[in-house]
């Protein structure tokens, strides 16, 4: 389906200095591109992301942010305890940053953590509601810190039975909607559970862009879970990088999906006169083939062609 006429999570999971966040009433519509992270937490002091994260939020369900509160914005609202950053998956987010900036490394990151953690290190359960709060507050905020994409490498595979199995949560539905009316594309991973037939949630909401993940050697990800009537685009679904020191790998469609909005906000960059219907478009009609044993398609994502488009 072309879905961009439509206008408890599981991973697929934190502090900025004062002065990268101290100059933000300057950052203006004529900045740099900014992309919306929405994960679990980030240690955005580390040197690696050059300043890149100018923005922290912390928007949770639970007193769980670093001032104890349900809810925190500015230096260190991402943060978690640093015995816990690098555990239980709360490394996600800071692989999925570090991704985006390989990607384009032109763009900002606002970086907001939706995930909480238990006394133990462990990951809470995230609501729905935090979803959709997170999605609402970019909307929000859009024009304050340029944001020209948001993506959320976050799902669950716990569908509905049926063909119209995806679940039905009307308020991320409706801060989906709104942002695409606003022109902010929302990226999800189509999930990484070997399904050819069904994709994650909230990646099967229609108003979404969602992104499935080819491997390698240029082939559809067996992981990739996929549904030829709701999955958008396919991109390198691969990072290897360092994070927090240390050589990192990840596959799967969380990398995918953060690929897919780095380009994006790369191609519209390149060419800010289109809208968020021409850039699809485009994205759509320069796409590559690409297959796997369960699954061909001619959605591959290709800059390359985009930009020459």
Same mark, same amino acid.
């Given at each position: 389906?072309?879905?961009?006429?439509?206008? &408890?999570?599981?991973?697929?999971?934190?502090?900025?200095?004062?002065?990268?966040?101290?100059?933000?009433?300057?950052?203006?519509?004529?900045?740099?591109?900014?992309?919306?992270?929405?994960?679990?937490?980030?240690?955005?002091?580390?040197?690696?992301?050059?300043?890149?994260?100018?923005?922290?939020?912390?928007?949770?369900?639970?007193?769980?942010?670093?001032?104890?509160?349900?809810?925190?914005?500015?230096?260190?609202?991402?943060?978690?305890?640093?015995?816990?950053?690098?555990?239980?998956?709360?490394?996600?987010?800071?692989?999925?940053?570090?991704?985006?900036?390989?990607?384009?490394?032109?763009?900002?990151?606002?970086?907001?953590?939706?995930?909480?953690?238990?006394?133990?290190?462990?990951?809470?359960?995230?609501?729905?509601?935090?979803?959709?709060?997170?999605?609402?507050?970019?909307?929000?905020?859009?024009?304050?810190?340029?944001?020209?994409?948001?993506?959320?490498?976050?799902?669950?595979?716990?569908?509905?039975?049926?063909?119209?199995?995806?679940?039905?949560?009307?308020? &991320?539905?409706?801060? &989906?909607?709104?942002?695409?009316?606003?022109?902010?594309?929302?990226?999800?991973?189509?999930?990484?559970?070997?399904?050819?037939?069904?994709?994650?949630?909230?990646?099967?909401?229609?108003?979404?862009?969602?992104?499935?993940?080819?491997?390698?050697?240029?082939?559809?990800?067996?992981?990739?879970?996929?549904?030829?009537?709701?999955?958008?685009?396919?991109?390198?679904?691969?990072?290897?990088?360092?994070?927090?020191?240390?050589?990192?790998?990840? &596959?799967?469609?969380?990398?995918?999906?953060?690929?897919?909005?780095?380009?994006?906000?790369?191609?519209?960059?390149?060419?800010?006169?289109?809208?968020?219907?021409?850039?699809?478009?485009?994205?759509?009609?320069?796409?590559?083939?690409?297959?796997?044993?369960?699954?061909?398609?001619?959605?591959?994502?290709?800059?390359?062609?985009?930009?020459?488009?």
């Amino acid at each position: 389906m072309n879905k961009k006429i439509t206008a &408890v999570l599981i991973a697929a999971i934190l502090a900025v200095p004062v002065t990268a966040q101290a100059n933000i009433k300057n950052r203006t519509i004529d900045s740099a591109p900014t992309l919306a992270v929405i994960d679990t937490a980030i240690n955005s002091s580390d040197p690696s992301f050059n300043g890149k994260v100018i923005y922290e939020v912390c928007i949770l369900v639970t007193n769980n942010c670093a001032n104890g509160q349900q809810s925190m914005e500015g230096p260190g609202a991402a943060n978690i305890p640093s015995e816990f950053i690098s555990k239980n998956g709360f490394d996600h987010g800071s692989i999925m940053v570090t991704s985006a900036l390989t990607e384009n490394p032109s763009m900002n990151i606002v970086f907001i953590r939706i995930v909480g953690y238990k006394a133990n290190g462990a990951r809470d359960n995230t609501p729905t509601n935090s979803v959709a709060n997170a999605i609402s507050w970019v909307v929000a905020n859009k024009d304050r810190f340029n944001i020209k994409a948001i993506n959320m490498s976050q799902g669950h595979h716990n569908l509905r039975a049926g063909t119209d199995y995806c679940p039905k949560i009307p308020a &991320v539905d409706a801060a &989906v909607e709104s942002a695409v009316s606003s022109s902010i594309p929302v990226f999800f991973p189509t999930g990484n559970n070997w399904d050819s037939a069904r994709i994650d949630w909230p990646s099967c909401i229609p108003a979404s862009i969602s992104v499935g993940g080819i491997d390698d050697n240029g082939y559809v990800g067996g992981y990739s879970n996929n549904d030829n009537l709701l999955v958008d685009f396919f991109a390198k679904g691969t990072f290897n990088g360092t994070v927090f020191g240390k050589p990192t790998r990840m &596959v799967g469609t969380s990398v995918s999906s953060t690929v897919a909005a780095s380009n994006w906000i790369k191609l519209s960059t390149l060419k800010p006169g289109l809208t968020y219907t021409q850039i699809y478009d485009l994205f759509a009609s320069t796409s590559t083939s690409a297959y796997s044993a369960k699954v061909k398609t001619n959605r591959v994502m290709n800059f390359g062609a985009a930009s020459n488009g």
